[in-house]
């Protein structure tokens, strides 16, 4: 009787954990899945939050765009400007008139040096207010002439003191344009040499 009564608590027991096994394990398993999607479902809220990073980004890819907009805008306006500048820009003078230019033949002068003897080559062109009055002195007979015998006699009263230095220079220069104007003055009403260049300038 006693054996028996222990086997039957034997197999009691047994099938006691046999069947609470099976349960355990469901337990488990639930735990798991509603931990795994609890995970999942906080990575989908917080993952949300990451959404709100877009707009700056599409932001500062359009701010550019608005930019080179307005440059462009500006651009257009600022353009007309330069062209209108290039075609009103003509080279001339307030009135219109263009300067011109008598090219002269050089001269070979004797300085005035009494210690030694002293001479000058010298270039001279006459540079007037008006174009059209160049071939108006070049073409008369008698300017031309007594041009050339002023600049003779104005350089050849120099010495070779008075040439040597730069400053000696620039006041022969001034010299030739008074005298050279007071001989055109009579014949145009007015002092054409505007200036006296020098392109070629050599004294021994």
Request: overall charge positive.
């Amino acid at each position: 009787m006693a054996d028996e009564s222990f086997r039957d608590r034997g197999e009691g027991l047994t099938r006691a954990k046999k069947s609470g096994f099976p349960l355990i394990l469901i337990v488990i398993i639930i735990a798991v899945v509603m931990g795994a999607g609890g995970f999942f479902a906080g990575k989908i809220l917080s993952g949300g939050g990451g959404n709100n990073q877009k707009p700056p980004l599409i932001e500062k890819k359009m701010t550019p765009v608005v930019k080179k907009d307005a440059a462009a805008r500006q651009g257009g306006q600022t353009q007309p400007k330069e062209q209108k500048e290039e075609i009103t820009g003509t080279g001339e003078g307030e009135a219109g008139i263009k300067p011109g230019i008598i090219l002269l033949d050089p001269f070979t002068v004797n300085l005035n040096d009494p210690f030694a003897r002293r001479y000058a080559e010298v270039a001279v062109n006459l540079v007037v207010d008006e174009k059209g009055i160049v071939s108006e002195i070049t073409g008369s007979e008698l300017l031309i002439p007594r041009i050339r015998d002023e600049i003779f006699m104005v350089i050849s009263a120099r010495s070779f003191a008075d040439l040597k230095s730069t400053a000696g220079k620039v006041t022969l220069k001034e010299e030739i344009m008074i005298r050279v104007n007071e001989i055109l003055k009579a014949e145009f009403k007015k002092e054409p040499v505007i200036q006296v260049l020098f392109t070629k300038f050599l004294i021994q």
